[in-house]
């Protein structure tokens, strides 16, 4: 079976950082794109970013200069290193995987960021 397992989440004051972990089994991870969606209370769903297997990344306008998305495909992992974190950041983040664009991805039970002084 799938497993997508977040963890690093906690609360932090305003410009500190976070770095959020997303442990995969049961999928070759080499070849899935990887990424995190995050989503607040009365707020939509946003995708944060993203990163193909070939380690191409996207990230949402927000995030940009501040997150950073990265991979271990020997540890199959992938990262979010969140700096000069804001409030409006808080949220609990998911993380998802995919093999096909095309296809439905995977998803972890996320985990809550917070952030506030």
């Known amino acids: 079976q799938v497993q997508l397992v977040e963890s690093g989440g906690g609360l932090v004051q305003p410009g500190g950082s976070l770095r959020l972990s997303c442990a995969a089994t049961?999928?070759?991870?080499?070849?899935?794109?990887m990424g995190w969606y995050r989503q607040a209370p009365g707020k939509q769903r946003e995708l944060v970013a993203t990163?193909?297997?070939?380690?191409?990344?996207n990230y949402a306008d927000s995030v940009k200069g501040r997150f950073t998305i990265s991979r271990d495909n020997a540890k199959n992992t992938v990262y979010l290193q969140m700096n000069s974190l804001r409030p409006e950041d808080t949220a609990v983040y998911y993380c998802?995987?995919?093999?096909?664009?095309?296809?439905?991805?995977?998803w972890g039970q996320g985990t809550q960021v917070s952030v506030s002084s």
């Open positions: 049961g999928i070759i991870f080499s070849t899935y794109a």
């Open positions: 990163i193909s297997s070939s380690s191409s990344t």
């Open positions: 998802y995987a995919r093999r096909f664009i095309s296809s439905l991805p995977y």
